[in-house]
């Protein structure tokens, strides 16, 4: 996606990623309409400034994927959305279901505030 330019207007995109043993070291990828916005590691959160409008945002990590989440932003709107692996707990031993029936329900992908 190219540098905003700042004379134009713009909403922000919040996204943190929750850090989760099960995947570590990889990195999660943020898609806005399609197209790579950028890297989270673990633990970490990033800001994104986007032209305002209609949108649609997935988190991926290898082949598996979170949900699909339509967003409809306005000029100076701020989104935040925190995403991780919903693997928690005892659910951990269910990752080869997921892996081979479930692959775009393995990432969560949560509006926050």
């Known amino acids: 996606m190219p540098e905003p330019n700042p004379n134009t207007a713009s909403a922000k995109l919040r996204i943190a990623r929750r850090s989760h043993w099960l995947d570590r070291s990889r990195d999660y990828h943020v898609q806005l309409d399609g197209r790579s916005l950028g890297t989270l590691n673990s633990g ?59 692959r775009n329900k393995y990432l969560e992908l949560k509006k926050v505030g």
């Open 44 to 102: 970490e959160t990033l800001e994104f400034d986007i032209p305002p409008g209609s949108h649609s945002l997935e988190v991926r990590v290898g082949k598996c994927t979170s949900p699909l989440r339509m967003l409809n932003l306005k000029e100076g709107e701020t989104v935040a959305f925190e995403c991780g692996c919903r693997l928690k707990g005892w659910r951990a031993l269910t990752a080869p279901w997921y892996l081979a029936l479930a």
